[in-house]
Antibody, heavy 117, light 107 residues
Framework: EVQLVESGGDLVQPGGSLRLSCAAS????????MHWVRQAPGQGLVWVSH????????RYADSVKGRFTISRDNGKNTLYLQMNSLRAEDTAVYYC??????????WGQGTLVTVSS | EIVMTQSPATLSVSPGERATLSCRAS??????LAWYQQKPGQAPRLLIY???TRATGIPARFSGSGSGTEFTLTISSLQSEDFAVYYC?????????FGQGTKVEIK
C-alpha cells in the first residue's frame, strides 16, 4: 500500500524554525517528484514546494522562498521541509503529496504547524 | 500564474440529487486538470485526472468534463459520503494552482 506519513508539526514562536518530515512507503520513492501543500485553518489548498526524484530540482512558492528548504533522503524514503523565520501566516496543516504523472496522489494525513507567541 | 476559479462556493443538494461543480482557468490548460475531494479532518483524495479520467476506486457517479478553460465535475446521485469540499487543480504549468474549493452540503 502506498503511504505517506508526515510528522514534525508543532507550536512555534514567530521567527522560529521547524523541520517537517514525510515518510514514504509502498512505492519507489526516488522515482517520484514530491510536493508540500499547505492549508490554513478554514482555507483552501496552496502549493508550497516541490522536489525532483533525485533532489536536483526544487521550486518554491513566492510566499516561502528564501525561508523554506525542501529536501529528501532517498535512502530513508523521507521528504523534508525545513521552515525558518516562521510567521503567523505560515500557520497551517502541511501535507506531503506524491506527484503521479503530474497530479497529486496520494496525500499524507497532514501535520499541523502553529506559529504564535 | 494560472488562476483557478470555482463556482459556486457552496452547493446545497439533497441526497440522491445531481450536483454540478464548475472550475474555470484564467488561460487554456488543455485537459491538464484534476479534481480532489476533501472531507473534514482528512487529507484531499484524488477523484479525477486529465479532466475526465476517474482515479482508481472512484465510483462511476463521479464524472469530469471540459477542456481549455472550462471544466465540470458532476456527481450524478449524491450519497451521504459525498458531502465534502471539492477542489480543482491545474497541472499545465508551474505552480500547480488550486481553485478555492466548492463545499457540497446537505440541503
Amino acid at each position: 500500500e502506498v503511504q505517506l506519513v508526515e510528522s514534525g508539526g508543532d507550536l512555534v514562536q514567530p521567527g522560529g524554525s521547524l523541520r517537517l518530515s514525510c515518510a514514504a512507503s509502498g512505492f519507489t520513492f526516488s522515482s517520484h517528484w514530491m510536493h508540500w501543500v499547505r492549508q490554513a485553518p478554514g482555507q483552501g489548498l496552496v502549493w508550497v514546494s516541490h522536489i525532483s526524484g533525485d533532489g536536483s530540482n526544487t521550486r518554491y512558492a513566492d510566499s516561502v522562498k528564501g525561508r523554506f528548504t525542501i529536501s529528501r533522503d532517498n535512502g530513508k524514503n523521507t521528504l523534508y521541509l525545513q521552515m525558518n523565520s516562521l510567521r503567523a501566516e505560515d500557520t497551517a496543516v502541511y501535507y506531503c503529496a506524491r506527484d503521479s504523472s503530474a497530479w497529486f496522489d496520494p496525500w499524507g494525513q497532514g501535520t499541523l504547524v502553529t506559529v504564535s507567541s | 500564474e494560472i488562476v483557478m476559479t470555482q463556482s459556486p462556493a457552496t452547493l446545497s443538494v439533497s441526497p440522491g440529487e445531481r450536483a454540478t461543480l464548475s472550475c474555470r482557468a484564467s488561460q487554456s490548460i488543455s485537459s491538464n486538470l484534476a479534481w480532489y475531494q476533501q472531507k473534514p479532518g482528512q487529507a484531499p483524495r484524488l477523484l479525477i485526472y486529465a479532466a475526465s479520467t476517474r482515479a482508481t476506486g472512484i465510483p462511476a457517479r463521479f464524472s469530469g468534463s471540459g477542456s481549455g478553460t472550462e471544466f465540470t465535475l458532476t456527481i450524478s446521485s449524491l450519497q451521504s459520503e459525498d458531502f465534502a469540499v471539492y477542489y480543482c487543480q491545474q497541472y499545465y504549468n508551474w505552480p500547480k494552482t488550486f481553485g478555492q474549493g466548492t463545499k457540497v452540503e446537505i440541503k
